[in-house]
């Protein structure tokens, strides 16, 4: 399972607590993915970067913020903004992007009580 | 932007049977349509995808079917097995665009 990696696998937090959750590459990919998991529901994409120092919303970037610093890492920050922020967060890297094969990381389960 | 749209939601099969699963999508612009299987605690892993500019593609069991005109495409496996039970999603993409659209994906259980 090496390749992409997420940690940690469950995380709990209080309301009202930033988290940020880690994402390693070491697939020397360009472009890097957050999608957020709800029972019943697809991948929704929060954010996403193509290239170092640059990201783009996805559908549901509310309440959450990323960088993209370094191009083997692409941590994503819940903030006490996001309303409903217990889900399974999985992050994803592709070599370039759009149809480029996207390999998923373990995935981080995040509790919020 | 893109809509997909998976039904059905749940399937369950006796092994050796085949399975089906449809996706529709609304963007007539998306050229790329990739299948992610996913294992009950694991990560989702692709497992076939179609281009735009083919009709089918298969590989052993799996094939995958693609009419553009009535915006739709469909995952068959054939002869089931218990390791093919697993959580399914489609998705869609344009070429020139990084925002993949997934289905509210697809729970398969074959039973022995």
């Known amino acids: 399972d090496g390749g992409i990696t997420q940690s940690p696998k469950y995380l709990f937090r209080k309301e009202g607590q930033n988290v940020t959750l880690s994402c390693e590459q070491n697939l020397n990919h360009d472009a890097m993915y957050w999608y957020r998991q709800d029972p019943g529901q697809g991948l929704r994409l929060i954010y996403y970067?193509?290239?170092?120092?640059?990201?783009q919303k996805g559908d549901i970037a509310e309440g959450y913020s990323v960088s993209r610093e370094k191009k083997e890492s692409f941590p994503l920050t819940v903030t006490s903004a996001q309303k409903n922020p217990t889900a399974f967060y999985l992050c994803a890297s592709s070599a370039g992007g759009g149809v480029d094969e996207q390999y998923f990381g373990p995935g981080t389960r995040l509790t919020v009580t | 932007g893109e809509n997909v749209e998976q039904h059905p939601s749940t399937l369950s099969v006796q092994e050796g049977d085949s399975a089906v699963i449809k996706c529709t999508y609304s963007d007539s612009a998306s050229n790329y349509f990739p299948w992610y299987k996913q294992e009950l605690g694991k990560r989702p892993q692709l497992i076939i995808d179609i281009r735009s500019n083919v009709g089918e593609k298969k590989d052993q069991r799996i094939a995958v079917t693609l009419n553009k005109t009535a915006k739709h495409f469909s995952l068959h496996i054939t002869e089931t097995q218990p390791e093919d039970s697993a959580v399914y999603f489609c998705a869609a993409i344009r070429y020139n665009n990084n925002d993949m659209r997934f289905g509210a994906g697809t729970r398969l259980t074959v039973k022995p």
């Open positions: 970067s193509q290239i170092v120092n640059d990201f």
